[in-house]
């Protein structure tokens, strides 16, 4: 970050966006340090600090005109106000909150600091809008160019420093403009609590540069300040949804886009002593390997067909078996249920629970080690799947031809229509409630809640509805047994 603000001294770079955790010291280097730092390179310029209020823009103003004094700079005798402050050269420092008074006023460098109060000002479509509109019509119309002590011209830049509260929030709309004619070219710090794979990082257009993230997935950010253990405790505490959003920079629509949040539900309840027993279980694999980074990656969900209580009766006669009086007698009176033509069939209420699922770039020999740890380690929790399904295109058929002796079960999947059309026929079963989803699943359902048509990160999502329709079709729909007993047929 002090390298790219020091790109913004030297005039190098116009237009950055700073994306960070809460309480990582964004403010204390962007907006207290580096104005001090600017100003005194530029003394006959002016630096200006906007934020959600005139109180924090001018608490940023104060810290920044002590760091100015204390290194020996001096302020104007006739002004040295908390938000505004001016040095012997006439320049200085103006702070004000956003769709605050910088009318009249303009700015070579201007920085925005946390532009939200919080979630209710982020989530509010009319904060929202009264925001853009503050930035067309004041913010940006204030920027101007200025010459430095050395006869040099500098342009105007524009910093933005932000913990993310929405998908639809100020970065969002910035990076959206980037589509429009006349891109900004924004230079973009997205720093999540834990690094990540790039695969699943914030999508920035192509006019913008993306500073990469020095750290391995899985490592803390200041683990000096905040270590991972202290991240993770965390992250069970807010959940999914605002972890992704205020700690990781990737915020995903609250309510879901083809998949609405109210539609998840965790895994059914018990009885005690009773082991969940599922018919089938399926492991299944959405597979992408190829030369490059860019590639997409692997997709792998668990899913399991909660396997529903039988009523004796009904079964024997579904198997053409007769019970024996006295037992048919206790069987009946245990059933809720009349055990003639119309018994309900026990198949109809079917759950489908999401037990696992993983989301990771492997290339072939990575893809089939994977594949046979997890089996293994499946195996040891008392999970062995019963299928394991692999889509037949792409890079499918070469691990089908890998682990056909290997693993047993592996069954080749031919997709049918497009990837939306197979999330389309899905999202029914999950509203009505008929797939639950287990914590192991979490990254799944972040990945269902951003899925949309048009695109974007779906691995997962793929793996996941390739996995439901086959259970559906299968094991669901082929479950239209007739109570009716069946004729028996002679012939000579």
Known sequence: MIELLQQ???GKLTRLIVCTPPRHGKSQLVSRLFPA??????PQLFCAIASYSAELAYAHSREARHYYRITGHALSKDSAAVGNWLTPQRGG????GVRGPFTGKGYNLGIIDDPYKGPEDAKSALQRERLIDWL????FTRAEPGQSANGAWLPAAQVVVQTRWDHQDMTAWLLAQETEEHPEHWTVLNLPAIAEPISIAL???STC???PDWRQPGEALCPERVPLAVLQRIRTRLGSYWWNALYQQRPSPAEGLLFRKDWIQGPLPVAPGQPRRYAPLVLSCDLSFKDGKDNDACGFALLGL???????AVEARRQGLALATNAAGAQRSRAPHPEGANAPDPWAELQIEALWAHRQRLDLPGVIKFLLASLNSLERQGLRPHAVLIEDAANGPAVCQLLRRQVPGLIA???KGSKASRAHAVAPLVEAGQVRFSRKADSLVEELLAFSPRGGIDDQVDAFTQGVLWIEAQYWRGRGHSSAPLPMVFSR
Do not use: G
């Open 136 to 139: 067309k019509s004041v913010w």
């Open 209 to 211: 540069t993306r500073v």
């Open 413 to 415: 999947i031919t997709p």
């Open 203 to 205: 999508p920035i257009p």
């Open 8 to 10: 913004v001294a030297d």
């Open 306 to 312: 909660l396997e529903p209580q039988r009523h004796l």
């Open 93 to 96: 420092c103006i702070a004000a």
């Open 37 to 42: 730092y600017w100003v005194s390179r530029h």
